[in-house]
Nanobody, 125 residues
Framework: QVVLVESGGGLVQAGGSLRLSCAAS????????LAWFRQAPGKEREFVAV????????YYVDSVKGRFTIARDNAKNTVFLQMASLKPEDTAAYYC??????????????????WGQGTQVAVSS
């Protein structure tokens, strides 16, 4: 059973930074593709970033390119999302997700069978 637990969310002013973490248990994540999604109130869940199992390949939604960085530490079974230059429109619940299915860097949430419970990020203007 894969369990993902996010942490690091909070309230920050526009222009500030946060670092989200997602710790996995019940599995060794070394061969899992890991991703971050977010969901704002009244909106659909949105892809944010994904990282390949080896960490060598990443992909971001255009709105966060140059501001967010996804990284993983397989030895610690953890994936991170470093967020900088935060904007009010980044306000959302952030979820990490994992998949061991083939298919490359997936941005479709239906491709991920394992999800964390989410951590809230609020950016004030």
């Amino acid at each position: 059973q894969v369990v993902l637990v996010e942490s690091g969310g909070g309230l920050v002013q526009a222009g500030g930074s946060l670092r989200l973490s997602c710790a996995a248990s019940g599995v060794t994540i070394g061969h899992y593709t890991l991703a971050w999604f977010r969901q704002a109130p009244g909106k659909e869940r949105e892809f944010v970033a994904v990282i390949s199992w080896g960490g060598g390949n990443t992909y971001y939604v255009d709105s966060v390119k140059g501001r967010f960085t996804i990284a993983r530490d397989n030895a610690k079974n953890t994936v991170f999302l470093q967020m900088a230059s935060l904007k009010p429109e980044d306000t959302a619940a952030y979820y990490c997700a994992a998949t061991d299915r083939a298919g490359g860097l997936q941005s479709d949430p239906t491709r991920y069978p394992y999800w964390g419970q989410g951590t809230q990020v609020a950016v004030s203007s």
